[in-house]
């Protein structure tokens, strides 16, 4: 099995407590790691190493090209170790080796390396306007916001990490990053790699252990200037909380509930196939997974038909299995969780059009078959909470507005779709749902240089792109004088009259 310490200030180490837990792999149920424990204390260890190393200048104070040289040299490490990081990630999270290779890996190596480019591409210094009168010199300098917390969620453990970490470090930060206690493997992997490049000790820390301890002390720590958090918009109002004591910048990405509106001259070729990789990705544990299908009346039956014809047809099994189309859920409680939502949606009148249960051919692993709830109404709870399960709600709509009022009742605005051939049609569509994201005829399209985040309760800023590097700036803007006499300076007249 494998060990892992806490990785602070450049060391590892075992937690104060000495105590450990277990990772397991939700499709064996068996440990596969047995990670170090941290706690408040833990924590607040590799947050004053995070402070002394940004107050010092050590990384801050580097020239850009030479942080971007090591940010670089990262990027290859993990690209060197590819084949490994796909491994470990299907075995930790239950993600698809289909999924993890074509997107969660890959995409997160992506990254590292465009936010390691930019470090040194982006103009950390801007003009402004000139006076004319006083005759002045303006400008904005973009600053690192100091020691940064972070707290990421367990569906794609390691594009998380990645997606907090690069973007904060490119800007200058310094970080102390809590993985989640089912997936923290990759965040780990991605430590040792760090620790291996020459990141000067202590602008990276990564403290596993529970958000209740660790967590909870990332976000109230008086040293820590900024909380980036992805999770569920429960915890994120938590965040907010304890962050507000000492006025921490906040980034959150938080939940979702993404409406898939198809119009009645939807490519069906294209559209049957997209409404069932919109739900169905990473067994329905996505933020932005379309798990409220509104389809018109008039081919609301044909179109469920065809969907349920496909949806079981998918082949559930080992997610080292390349022939896998859905792995299982993370854990026995997320299941329980998602099995929960299945009985709430039929005791509030909703049909099952497929699925609902956990499928009979497969002892083990944390499985629940694709699920397609028909005669749902958009009040009813599994319409609108976030299941994070393999669970589709079909809505019937009678005109595109009353589906797009539909689409906006809820508290999530994180993403949606519209399937239409009439572009013109889909773009008032698109731009009537309040959300974040909207794709016209795709689903989960995300790329490393577009901006990613929620309106409403999904979420405060954006990540991905110069959005996201721009959340871990802060602007100073800087006045110089260039009249310099006393004598034309008459506003001082306003204080010193002699
Ligand atoms: P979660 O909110 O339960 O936990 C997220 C992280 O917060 C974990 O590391 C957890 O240990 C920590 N945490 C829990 N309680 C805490 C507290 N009181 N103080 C500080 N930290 C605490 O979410 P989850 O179940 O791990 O992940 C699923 C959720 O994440 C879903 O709601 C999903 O929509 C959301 N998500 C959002 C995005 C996005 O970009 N918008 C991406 C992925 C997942
Ligand atoms: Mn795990």
Known sequence: MRQYQLYINGEWIDAKSGETFKVLNPYTEEAIAEVAKGSREDAQIAIDAARKAFDSGIWSGLPPQRRCEILLDIAERLAAKQSELIELETKDAGMTTRMSSMADIPGGIGQFRYYAELARSVPFYEGLPPM???????????????????????????????????????????????????????????????????MPKGVVSVVTGPGSTVGEEIAANPKVDKVSFTGSTEVGRRIMELASSTVKKV????????????????????????????????????????????????????????????????????PMDWGTDMGPLVSAEQRDRVEGYIKSGLGQGARLACGGARPKELEKGYFVEPTIFIDVKNDMKIAQEEIFGPVLSVIKYSSVDEAIDMANDTIYGLAGAVWSE?????????????????????????????????????????????????EYTEIKHVYMDLVRKRESKLWYGMVCSG
């Open 132 to 198: 004319e009168f006083p005759t002045s010199y303006n400008f904005v300098l973009r600053e690192p916001i100091g020691v940064c917390g972070q707290i990421i969620p367990w569906n794609a453990p390691f594009l998380m990490a990645v997606s907090k970490l690069a973007p904060a470090l490119a800007a200058g930060n310094t970080v102390v990053l809590k993985p989640a206690s089912y997936t923290p493997i990759t965040a780990l992997e991605l430590a040792k790699i760090i620790d291996e490049s020459d």
């Open 251 to 318: 980034t959150l990405e938080l939940g979702g509930k993404s409406p898939v509106i198809v119009l009645e001259d939807a490519n069906w070729d294209v559209a049957i196939d997209g409404v069932l990789y919109g739900v169905y990705l990473h067994s329905g544990q996505i933020c932005v997974a379309g798990t409220r299908l509104f389809l018109p009346g008039s081919i609301h039956d044909e179109f469920v038909e065809k969907l349920v014809a496909k949806a079981s047809h998918m082949k559930l099994g080992d």
């Open 422 to 470: 009439d572009m013109g049609r889909a773009m008032d569509v698109a731009k009537k749902i309040r959300s974040g994201t909207v794709w016209i005829n795709e689903h989960h399209m995300i790329d490393t240089r577009h901006p990613f985040g929620g309106y409403k309760q999904s979420g405060i800023g954006r990540e991905m792109g110069i959005y996201g590097f721009h």
